[in-house]
């Protein structure tokens, strides 16, 4: 059975910065196709962050663009979030999104990151 497991998250002074993991395991060849970050901050909806598709194509949420990077390692089957620049309105919680190869799709537990200011 697949498993996303996220780390990374925590708390951090504006300014500073974080880097999300999320590596998938489980499942026989599982490979990713499309993955994807979001957020989600409280009383408010889950939002787009950033997606990495199959060729490597990146999109950002206009609020994060510059500041945030998405990236993935194939052979670990990892995404990462490089998070640089935090400001206070980035706190949320962090879900990793993954779209395998076989086009099942699966969420990671969610990682809360706090921005103070």
């Known amino acids: 059975q697949v498993q996303l497991v996220e780390s990374g998250g925590g708390l951090v002074q504006a300014g500073g910065s974080l880097r999300l993991s999320c590596a998938a395991s489980?499942?026989?060849?599982?490979?990713?196709?499309?993955s994807a970050w979001h957020r989600q901050a409280p009383k408010k909806q889950r939002e787009l962050v950033a997606e990495i598709a199959s060729g490597g194509i990146t999109t950002y949420a206009d609020s994060v663009k510059g500041r945030f990077t998405i990236s993935r390692d194939n052979a670990k089957n990892t995404v990462y979030l490089q998070m640089n620049s935090l400001k206070p309105e980035d706190t949320a919680v962090y879900y990793c999104y993954v779209r395998s190869t076989e086009l099942n799709n699966y969420w990671g537990q969610g990682t809360q990151v706090t921005v103070s200011s």
């Open positions: 489980g499942g026989r060849a599982f490979g990713i196709s499309y």
